[in-house]
């Protein structure tokens, strides 16, 4: 099957406020033929959807496709929706309709897109995917906490925590900025390496940034004993060394 | 001298693109009295400027005030720039009137905006200090280039190579995504070590995403003999191993 001139984006829609959505998101949220909507449960809401139907024209004609994938780093429970997901995107492809596949943050980074965008070519012949970046939550965490993420030769590592962080101090040792995302069960392991290493007061714990329920935890202490949510980030900024302003151990 | 009341923003404007802005940054543009506009030179364009010009409304009161900021490592050239813009944001200040300070990309990464969020307080106690986060070219550029930056369990590290970059080999064992900024002169050395390590297909040099003149180069042995724009970047995107749907070592 020929997708010759059917165009896909991954359109990226910010960390959550709808008013941190970029032009380009809303001008190709309105043009696309169908809006394709990720949610974690068929009887639940879609945070993408929350985040962009203002932007979108009351009454217009193109279709809402809400598609689920379950929470989970199983792939005997991912991939059924996934298929799913290829064959409902495919049959609009295959009508050449425009598909603009909506995800919260940007579609690049730890995105559901990323999968749709690998399989895409092989998939669809011919179809266009273009990506419209969006606002990441990797900077909407600390503009909503007021702190730096990093400047002048400071370095940053980015971390699924979820996957393990036995080697969380020589991340501290070996990076100034150290951002632990997808925390899941291990958001104890992460505060204790944070005490281990004195880094208490450099650490900060935001949950659902820039969202209603927006959570900013300065003691991170105060969330040894919970399950990371899915919109939860600690980002560990040492302040070490920094730009051209500021010398050797200065913070 | 007291700045109750008075508010300072960092707002961020993007990789580049005019219609990478988000509505955020426009209303706050809007309803600031003063736009600190910084540029490299006083007698270049400001990009930020660019960026920015055509969301303010034409014939508004609003002073635009352009700070020159040298591209420079050396503090000696860079201070004495400093002190000139902290003296004129801070008389606007102490007169009582808001402030938006423009970057590209993100306020907290990489930003001169850094410096101000950390002055404010000490100089301006009771300022607020607000930070509207931008799209950043750390995902800007995979958009534009048409990869994924990182996916699944996926570690990414942020580099800004200028500052060195011996450790290259270990970074690319290490993480799974190297995200190299400020490349200055190490280009030719970050090249090396890529080829060395026999990722050339999995590397892309990015300069100026998004804008005018924006410069894909997926051999990256041809820009080796090249200074980085200040614009630039390399991305390394291993995909040893990627999100639940897909096996080690499957790419």
């Not at 929470?71 to 309709?97: C, F, H, Q, T, Y």
């Not at 598909?99 to 940007?106: H, I, L, N």
């Not at 900025?177 to 714990?205: C, H, S, W």
Request: hydrophobic residues 45%; charged residues 25%; contains cysteine.
């Amino acid at each position: 099957m020929s997708a010759g001139g059917t165009i896909l984006w991954g359109v990226g829609v910010g960390p959550g406020a709808p008013d941190l959505v970029t032009l380009r998101a809303i001008a190709t949220l309105r043009k696309a033929d169908v809006l394709a909507l990720p949610r974690s449960s068929d009887f639940g809401g879609s945070t993408a959807w929350s985040i962009v139907k203002e932007h979108v024209e009351p009454g217009a004609q193109q279709e809402k496709l809400f598609l689920t994938f379950p929470m989970s780093n199983d792939p005997s429970r991912v991939r059924p929706s996934w298929d799913r997901a290829l064959a409902e995107i495919g049959a609009r492809i295959a009508a050449g309709k425009s598909v603009a596949f909506v995800t919260e943050g940007d579609p690049t980074l730890y995105s559901t897109f990323v999968y749709l965008q690998r399989e895409a070519p092989r998939r669809w012949p011919g179809v266009r995917v273009e990506v419209v970046p969006g606002v990441t939550s990797v900077t909407g965490v600390p503009a909503a906490a007021g702190i730096a993420l990093a400047d002048g030769r400071e370095r940053i590592a980015i971390v699924p925590a979820a996957y393990g962080v036995d080697d969380a101090d020589e991340l501290f040792r070996r990076f100034d900025t150290v951002v632990f995302m997808k925390m899941g069960p291990q958001v104890g392991q992460v505060v204790e390496a944070i005490e281990r290493n004195g880094l208490l007061d450099r650490a900060v714990y935001v949950a659902k940034a820039t969202m209603r329920g927006e959570r900013i935890v300065r003691d991170v202490r105060e969330v040894a004993g919970e399950r990371g949510d899915c919109f939860a980030m600690m980002v560990v900024a040492q302040k070490r060394r920094s730009g051209a302003l500021f010398g050797e151990g200065e913070t």
